[in-house]
């Protein structure tokens, strides 16, 4: 059996946590894996940078653990002189690639926590935080790349993304049919939950409540 992919922010960041995430006892129990993981990026950053690595590997099934929705991600050219995240490969906790790309993140900063900006300054967030950027991503670069590759996949979340929507009703329309197409309704839920639901609390989850959740997702592959 070849190795898996995991993907995700903080929750699957291994070098961020003083908890054993449910990546690494997921590798370590069940199937070595890869993991591209970054504490504080969100959609586009994830989905690009596994995109990325996954097209010089060699893997048979890939796991997903998205974050919040409304995180800025910005790639830089090799020019750029100012970044705060760069993604390395690894496996387990150890790097086997470092990273080549540059990429401003904005961590736990959400577009509904900056609406007190003023007007230019909330234009360009504006710009950077619509929902058309990130969900063709993911369907462009990562799900369909994967049914190329006959690629199986999980995908699953930290919060569920239709409880983040506030003040979108007038597109709602329309970010569903995008949900849609990157297979929402066939999403991983933990006991007909999300990550935050099922563990009963925002915060990081524990190295028992990751165990939980790495074995969860585990059952759900082999089924």
Known sequence: MEKHLLVGCSFTD???QDAIPWSVHYSKNYQTSYIVAKAGMGWNG????????AQNLKFDHCVIMLPDMWRMDIELNH????????VDLLE??????????KWIISGGLHW???????SKELKLFDQLYKYQDFLP????????????RNISYTITAIKDPMHQLEGLDYIKDDI?????SVEYKNWLRFDGKFVDEFVGHNNHPTTEEHKLIGDYIWQNHLT
């Open 176 to 180: 569903v049919e995008l949900f849609d």
């Open 14 to 16: 291994p070098r961020w």
């Open 112 to 118: 509904n926590q900056i609406t007190t900006l003023h």
């Open 92 to 101: 387990s906790d150890r790097i086997i690639i470092p990273a080549v790309r």
């Open 79 to 86: 020019e750029g002189n100012t970044a705060n995240a760069m």
């Open 46 to 53: 994830i989905c690009t940078e596994a995109y990325m690595y």
């Open 137 to 148: 991503i993911m369907r462009e670069h990562v799900l369909l790349s994967l049914r190329a």
